[in-house]
């Protein structure tokens, strides 16, 4: 079975600062999804990134990117320039696609903080 | 990106009662939906994989007579939580796959909250 772990419970930042989120994960698969979704206040799930993990270079989405190191199973997420709107809870995901149905998997989440 | 609409956004109800939840995919056709139950401050935790004309799939520890899930329509899935007791207050949030797209993130729905009284 896949797991997702997330170490850091609650972090804060800055605003304008850089910050990461640590996601580490546990599969025998070699086909997979991993994202990183943001939850803010309304609960509403919301897809931040996304990476394949057939692909070496690591996702980018405007302030948001990842280091995905396949080979330690590691699928940090690094946010840029925080901004005050970015305090939410994150998610990190696992998605198999060769087994299990495509259900997606996730971590505990991390609280994130931006402070003004 | 898809939209995926959950109906009711909140509910109320008395203990032993039972509550539907219907979740739809408004603009795409959904084979599979997944539904979640989520406490506060904690992770999604998956109950169920809901298939278009066949059983659902339940989670190991979920019980698949107190949740009832009928998916009839490739754009509509339903979760019923009969003989609802305060334990089963929560948030439930159900997401969809894009039919006939392999390679494709879930849609989430705005999610449910659960109040058993």
């Known amino acids: 079975a896949q797991t997702v772990t997330q170490s850091q419970p609650e972090m804060s930042v800055q605003e304008a600062e850089t910050v990461t989120l640590s996601c580490t994960y546990d599969t025998s698969e070699n086909n997979y999804y991993l994202f990183w979704y943001k939850q803010p206040p309304s609960r509403q799930m919301i897809l931040v990134i996304r990476q394949e993990a057939y692909k070496q270079q690591n996702a980018t989405e405007n302030r948001f990117s990842v280091n995905f190191q396949k080979a330690a199973k590691s699928f940090s997420l690094k946010i840029s320039d925080s901004q005050l709107g970015d305090t939410a809870m994150y998610f990190c995901?696992?998605?198999?696609?060769?087994?299990?149905?495509?259900?997606?998997?996730f971590g505990a989440g991390t609280r994130l903080f931006v402070k003004a | 990106g898809a939209v995926v609409s959950q109906h009711p956004s909140r509910v109320i109800c008395k203990s032993g009662t039972s509550v539907k939840i219907e979740c739809r995919s408004l603009d795409f056709q959904a084979t599979t939906m997944f539904w979640y139950r989520q406490f506060p401050k904690q992770s999604l935790m998956l109950m169920a994989t809901s298939n278009e004309g066949s059983k659902a799939t339940y989670e190991q520890g979920v019980e698949k007579d107190k949740f009832l899930i009928n998916h009839a329509s490739l754009t509509l899935s339903t979760l019923t939580v009969t003989s609802a007791h305060p334990e089963d207050s929560s948030f439930y949030i159900c997401?969809?796959?894009?039919?006939?797209?392999?390679?494709?993130?879930?849609?989430f729905g705005q999610g449910t909250r659960l109040t058993v009284v």
């Open positions: 995901a696992f998605m198999n696609i060769n087994t299990g149905g495509f259900k997606t998997i």
């Open positions: 997401s969809a796959r894009v039919a006939g797209r392999a390679y494709t993130e879930a849609f």
